[in-house]
């Protein structure tokens, strides 16, 4: 079972000779970083003082098409109706994801094919209630309280519609810096996206509003290290990266995720985009 938070992400950040093996890889791209400049991305913890700046002003109307901001505000309202029990697992308990799913308007999950693998749905049956629990503890949104899940004063203050921009960003943030993106997945390769991310950011943010396959996206933004460079199988990199990257930005509204041939061939590779709310919520100033 992988913990929903990431280990120390510094240890990771200051390895030098992945700076090093980094700044020779982005020198290869049409972005040009000094050692400086890749330095600050691998310390940027997301928070407005590195290269990547995450706005908390969009409207409530401006995030309405996105899956994690208006579904995290349904799971908010539901605990302030009345506090949900936790398991002796400390998850969110059968009835409790019953009012989810219907609740929770997700794009490409269908709560009846959920239904149809698992007559009982359990929080770890539905990964939106496992995802949305998970970072918004780590948030500092929701806590335990003597066996169930309530809502803390700073996840009161940002159910208000008009905070929407700070909550979509706090949840941003915890995502791609707290919580661990491999907790959804089974993928035997560890984590090595989270110590990059503003890098990540910074390419795609580089990026024409082109469909690209995932495996394109990680060989331009990401550092040629050696979990990805010689890899178990061939197709485990890109596969982990379309489950802890490309995933996670679908989910926020910042990539769009469409099918390579018409006839939604299952062979072909999925593709994406960056959306106009990509741009508009992530902007970058880099040093």
Not at 99 to 111: G, T, V
Not at 118 to 127: A, I, L, Y
Not at 161 to 183: C, D, I, K, S, W
Not at 262 to 285: S, V
Request: with cysteine.
């Amino acid at each position: 079972m992988r913990h929903a938070g990431l280990p120390n992400r510094n240890a990771a950040q200051k390895d030098a000779q992945a700076r090093q093996i980094g700044f020779r890889h982005v020198m290869t791209h049409s972005v040009q970083l000094t050692p400086r400049q890749l330095s600050a991305f691998l310390d940027d913890d997301l928070d407005g003082t590195g290269p990547c700046r995450v706005r908390e002003d969009l409207a409530l109307d401006d995030l309405a098409g996105t899956d994690v901001l208006p579904n995290a505000r349904i799971l908010l309202a539901e605990l302030e109706r009345g506090r949900a029990k936790l398991t002796g697992k400390g998850r969110l308990n059968r009835e409790f994801v019953a009012i989810l799913m219907e609740r929770f308007q997700w794009r490409d999950l269908d709560p009846a094919g959920v239904r149809a693998v698992s007559k009982v749905v359990n929080e770890g049956d539905f990964p939106p209630a496992r995802y949305l629990h998970a970072v918004l503890k780590l948030s500092g949104l929701v806590r335990r309280d003597k066996g169930y899940l309530v809502t803390t004063r700073k996840g009161r203050d940002l159910l208000a519609e008009e905070q929407a921009g700070r909550l979509q960003a706090t949840l941003f943030r915890t995502t791609f810096v707290r919580y661990n993106p491999a907790y959804l997945d089974a993928f035997d390769m560890p984590e090595v996206f989270a110590p990059q991310i503003s890098l990540i950011l910074f390419l795609i943010g580089q990026f024409r509003a082109e469909w690209r396959p995932a495996e394109a996206i990680l060989r331009s933004t990401t550092l040629p290290i050696r979990e990805l460079t010689e890899p178990s199988h061939p197709r485990l990199p890109p596969a982990a990266f379309s489950a802890r990257v490309l995933r996670y930005l679908h989910w926020f509204g910042l990539m769009e995720e469409g099918q390579g041939v018409a006839n939604q061939d299952w062979g072909q590779p999925r593709l994406y985009r960056k959306t106009a709310l990509y741009d508009r919520m992530l902007r970058f100033a880099v040093p």
